[in-house]
């Protein structure tokens, strides 16, 4: 993707409605690179870099988990902090159903179904954070603070060493 050529996708026009600030960070994307390459593209640190995993409950209902890059979700400790009775990841193409992002591209801003969204509770203190900007190859820099404003997800603590 040309550095000067940023795609206008629902994430970054709902970013710019809502009056938030960002940076368009293109790289070069590689099938199942994940936020390892990211990282790597950006030179960033890859607990900055936040996924955007979609999941289901035990009833088939989606939500959105973000999570650092090098981190991955109990889905356990998820379960029962949300009071549901399990939580596990959706298959590609139902995560792409319910987003309307393709899986690689995903972003928690603009999605398709309105979904519940739960945000590790780390997450709020980084200085900035490298998220999906709704294109394979394309991060946004944003703060926390406008993450939170714009999504109002519920904290959980459910990182662990993946």
Same mark, same amino acid.
């Given at each position: 993707?040309?550095?000067?050529?940023?795609?206008?996708?629902?994430?970054?026009?709902?970013?710019?409605?809502?009056?938030?600030?960002?940076?368009?960070?293109?790289?070069?994307?590689?099938?199942?690179?994940?936020?390892?390459v990211c990282a790597r593209e950006l030179q960033v640190d890859e607990y900055?870099?936040?996924?955007?995993?979609?999941? !289901?409950?035990?009833?088939?209902?989606?939500?959105?988990?973000?999570?650092?890059?090098?981190?991955?979700?109990?889905?356990?400790?998820?379960?029962?902090?949300?009071?549901?009775?399990?939580?596990?990841?959706?298959?590609p193409k139902i995560a792409d159903r319910y987003s309307g992002y393709q899986v690689g591209g995903t972003s928690p801003f603009g999605t398709?179904?309105?979904?519940?969204?739960?945000?590790?509770?780390?997450?709020?203190?980084?200085?900035?954070?490298?998220? @999906?900007?709704?294109?394979?190859?394309?991060?946004?820099?944003?703060?926390?603070?406008?993450?939170?404003?714009?999504?109002?997800?519920? !904290?959980? @603590?459910?990182?662990? @060493?993946?």
């Amino acid at each position: 993707m040309a550095k000067d050529k940023i795609p206008s996708t629902p994430a970054i026009r709902l970013l710019k409605q809502q009056k938030v600030p960002f940076t368009p960070k293109p790289y070069t994307y590689e099938e199942k690179g994940g936020t390892a390459v990211c990282a790597r593209e950006l030179q960033v640190d890859e607990y900055a870099v936040i996924k955007t995993l979609i999941m !289901e409950d035990e009833s088939g209902t989606p939500l959105i988990v973000l999570m650092h890059g090098n981190k991955q979700v109990s889905t356990k400790q998820l379960a029962r902090q949300i009071g549901a009775k399990s939580v596990q990841p959706c298959p590609p193409k139902i995560a792409d159903r319910y987003s309307g992002y393709q899986v690689g591209g995903t972003s928690p801003f603009g999605t398709r179904r309105a979904m519940p969204v739960y945000v590790e509770e780390t997450i709020r203190g980084l200085p900035a954070i490298y998220i @999906n900007g709704g294109k394979k190859g394309l991060l946004l820099e944003i703060s926390p603070g406008d993450l939170i404003r714009v999504l109002q997800p519920q !904290e959980v @603590n459910v990182a662990i @060493n993946g």
